[in-house]
Protein backbone atom coordinates (compact mmCIF):
# COMPACT_ATOMS: atom_id res chain seq x y z
CA UNK A 1 0.00 0.00 0.00
CA UNK A 2 0.83 3.33 -0.95
CA UNK A 3 0.65 6.48 1.19
CA UNK A 4 0.82 9.82 -0.53
CA UNK A 5 1.57 12.97 1.67
CA UNK A 6 1.93 16.21 0.26
CA UNK A 7 3.22 19.81 1.96
CA UNK A 8 3.68 23.30 0.52
CA UNK A 9 0.64 24.56 0.38
CA UNK A 10 -0.42 28.18 1.73
CA UNK A 11 -1.54 31.44 1.01
CA UNK A 12 -0.05 33.90 -0.86
CA UNK A 13 -0.80 36.85 -3.40
CA UNK A 14 -1.53 36.95 -6.85
CA UNK A 15 1.58 37.15 -9.03
CA UNK A 16 3.54 34.97 -6.20
CA UNK A 17 4.79 31.26 -6.36
CA UNK A 18 4.18 28.32 -4.52
CA UNK A 19 5.88 24.47 -4.52
CA UNK A 20 4.15 21.20 -3.50
CA UNK A 21 5.90 18.51 -2.61
CA UNK A 22 4.40 14.96 -2.57
CA UNK A 23 5.97 12.10 -0.90
CA UNK A 24 5.42 8.29 -1.33
CA UNK A 25 5.72 6.00 1.50
CA UNK A 26 7.58 3.66 -1.08
CA UNK A 27 9.04 3.44 -4.32
CA UNK A 28 6.53 2.67 -7.21
CA UNK A 29 6.95 -0.46 -8.59
CA UNK A 30 7.21 -0.84 -12.42
CA UNK A 31 5.32 1.64 -14.66
CA UNK A 32 2.99 4.14 -12.75
CA UNK A 33 2.38 8.12 -13.27
CA UNK A 34 2.04 10.44 -10.40
CA UNK A 35 -0.18 13.64 -11.03
CA UNK A 36 -1.93 16.67 -9.32
CA UNK A 37 -5.49 17.61 -8.68
CA UNK A 38 -7.07 20.26 -7.10
CA UNK A 39 -11.10 20.73 -5.80
CA UNK A 40 -11.80 24.52 -5.49
CA UNK A 41 -14.31 25.60 -2.74
CA UNK A 42 -18.15 24.24 -4.57
CA UNK A 43 -16.54 22.37 -7.24
CA UNK A 44 -15.26 19.38 -8.63
CA UNK A 45 -11.76 17.69 -8.05
CA UNK A 46 -9.94 18.05 -11.65
CA UNK A 47 -6.64 17.42 -12.91
CA UNK A 48 -3.72 19.92 -12.39
CA UNK A 49 -0.37 17.73 -14.50
CA UNK A 50 0.90 14.10 -14.65
CA UNK A 51 4.04 12.96 -14.62
CA UNK A 52 4.63 9.08 -16.16
CA UNK A 53 7.46 6.87 -15.51
CA UNK A 54 7.83 6.60 -19.82
CA UNK A 55 8.60 9.96 -19.73
CA UNK A 56 5.71 12.15 -20.62
CA UNK A 57 4.53 14.80 -18.94
CA UNK A 58 0.88 16.60 -19.01
CA UNK A 59 -0.85 19.78 -17.98
CA UNK A 60 -4.43 21.05 -17.93
CA UNK A 61 -4.63 24.19 -20.40
CA UNK A 62 -5.43 26.92 -17.69
CA UNK A 63 -1.67 25.85 -16.05
CA UNK A 64 0.17 25.06 -19.27
CA UNK A 65 3.31 27.82 -18.63
CA UNK A 66 2.92 28.89 -15.16
CA UNK A 67 3.05 25.19 -13.55
CA UNK A 68 5.53 22.37 -13.61
CA UNK A 69 6.01 19.01 -12.37
CA UNK A 70 8.87 17.08 -12.05
CA UNK A 71 10.06 14.31 -9.95
CA UNK A 72 12.74 13.15 -7.86
CA UNK A 73 12.84 9.19 -7.82
CA UNK A 74 15.27 8.75 -5.34
CA UNK A 75 13.38 10.41 -2.77
CA UNK A 76 10.01 9.26 -3.93
CA UNK A 77 9.15 12.51 -4.21
CA UNK A 78 6.44 14.54 -7.11
CA UNK A 79 7.20 18.22 -7.09
CA UNK A 80 4.45 21.16 -8.35
CA UNK A 81 5.99 24.34 -9.10
CA UNK A 82 3.72 26.68 -9.23
CA UNK A 83 4.46 30.28 -10.88
CA UNK A 84 2.12 33.20 -11.28
CA UNK A 85 -1.07 32.16 -9.11
CA UNK A 86 -4.08 33.40 -9.62
CA UNK A 87 -7.01 33.59 -7.30
CA UNK A 88 -8.68 31.30 -9.88
CA UNK A 89 -5.71 28.41 -8.82
CA UNK A 90 -7.29 28.76 -4.90
CA UNK A 91 -7.89 25.01 -3.84
CA UNK A 92 -7.17 22.01 -1.89
CA UNK A 93 -4.27 20.13 -4.29
CA UNK A 94 -3.88 16.59 -4.21
CA UNK A 95 -1.50 14.04 -5.11
CA UNK A 96 -2.17 11.03 -6.62
CA UNK A 97 -0.42 7.85 -7.85
CA UNK A 98 -1.50 5.39 -10.43
CA UNK A 99 -0.09 1.40 -10.49
CA UNK A 100 0.13 1.72 -14.53
CA UNK A 101 1.16 3.96 -17.34
CA UNK A 102 -2.22 6.35 -18.07
CA UNK A 103 -3.47 6.49 -21.55
CA UNK A 104 -5.75 9.23 -20.10
CA UNK A 105 -3.82 11.11 -17.26
CA UNK A 106 -6.78 13.38 -16.53
CA UNK A 107 -9.35 10.68 -14.99
CA UNK A 108 -9.15 10.54 -11.94
CA UNK A 109 -9.95 6.56 -11.56
CA UNK A 110 -7.23 5.69 -13.37
CA UNK A 111 -5.75 6.28 -9.59
CA UNK A 112 -5.15 3.81 -7.36
CA UNK A 113 -3.61 5.82 -4.27
CA UNK A 114 -4.57 9.51 -2.71
CA UNK A 115 -3.07 11.92 -0.12
CA UNK A 116 -5.00 14.25 1.96
CA UNK A 117 -4.33 17.37 0.55
CA UNK A 118 -2.76 20.84 0.84
CA UNK A 119 -4.56 23.90 0.66
CA UNK A 120 -3.46 26.85 -1.85
CA UNK A 121 -5.20 30.17 -1.20
CA UNK A 122 -4.28 32.51 -3.68
CA UNK A 123 -5.69 36.69 -2.93
Known amino acids: HVQLVESGGGSVHTGESLTLTCVASISTIGEACMGWFRQPPGKERDEVAA???????YYTDSVKGRFTISQDTAENAVYLQMNSLKPEDTAMYTC??????????????????WGQGTQVTVS
Open 96 to 113: AASNRILPEWYILAGYAY
Open 51 to 57: ICTDGHT
